[in-house]
């Protein structure tokens, strides 16, 4: 299973542009990408999911090297209610996927 | 409205005491999860479910035990082996064609003194 590395915390103000950027050295060919978030006391939100280049939803934006070492949730001019942790996640899709949760990237908006 | 609930959203127990957490989904998934979350940490896995009456330990299912008697239903029972239950519990579904999206419930938080 690739292990993702993602910064552990961040601090942005209100209509800023977030980028939170992770590292999955390993990932293998059938893997994907994918971003939660998670409110406190909530369970977590799926965000997006890629494979390649760049994929964009109404929430978020994820882009990925051709390499696909890395990733990176970009977050459009961000509110208090952005504060939350992301989660940066990989693996394959269909069958069993065993989802690894690390600690996530704490994101504090400020006003 | 389709989504996960957890029942209740805080439960207190004796230490010594079996105790079962509810999940019930309304999604038509054949997949079901349950995740433990303690303070500051990420989520880790118990016991998981492709299908009906079938299910596999997770990474720490040891003081856990769970059923999947209906495709609408996952409950998990925290025993009292477990040596650290007091924890925020989730519970999670998703098509079995598409298991990097999860659903999750709301969670339910036990505490056991």
């Known amino acids: 299973l690739a292990k993702t590395t993602q910064p552990i915390s961040m601090d942005s103000y209100e209509g800023q542009e977030v980028n939170i950027t992770c590292s999955h050295n390993n990932i293998a060919t059938n893997d994907y990408i994918t971003w939660y978030q998670q409110f406190p006391s909530q369970g977590p939100r799926f965000i997006i999911q890629g494979y390649k280049t760049k994929v964009t939803n109404e929430v978020a934006s994820l882009f ?14 961000v509110s208090l209610s952005d504060t939350a942790v992301y989660y940066c996640l990989v693996g394959r899709s269909g069958g069993y996927n065993k989802l690894i949760f690390g600690a996530g990237t704490r994101l504090a908006v400020h006003p | 409205d389709g989504g996960i609930t957890q ?3 805080y439960l207190f127990r004796k230490e010594g005491q079996n105790v079962t957490l509810s999940c019930e989904q309304n999604l038509n998934h054949d997949a079901m999860y349950w995740y433990r979350q303690d303070p500051g940490q990420g989520l880790r896995l118990i016991y998981y479910s492709q299908i009906v009456n079938d299910f596999q330990k997770g990474d720490i299912a040891e003081g856990y035990s769970v059923s999947r008697e209906k495709k609408e239903s996952f409950p998990l029972t925290v025993t009292s082996a477990q040596k650290n239950p007091t924890a925020f519990y989730l519970c999670a579904s998703s098509d079995d064609r598409v298991t990097y999206e999860q659903y999750f419930g709301p969670g339910t938080r036990l505490t056991v003194t």
């Open chain 1, 64 to 77: 990925i090297p051709a390499d696909r070492k890395s990733s990176t949730l970009s977050l459009p001019r």
């Open chain 2, 7 to 9: 029942s209740p959203k």
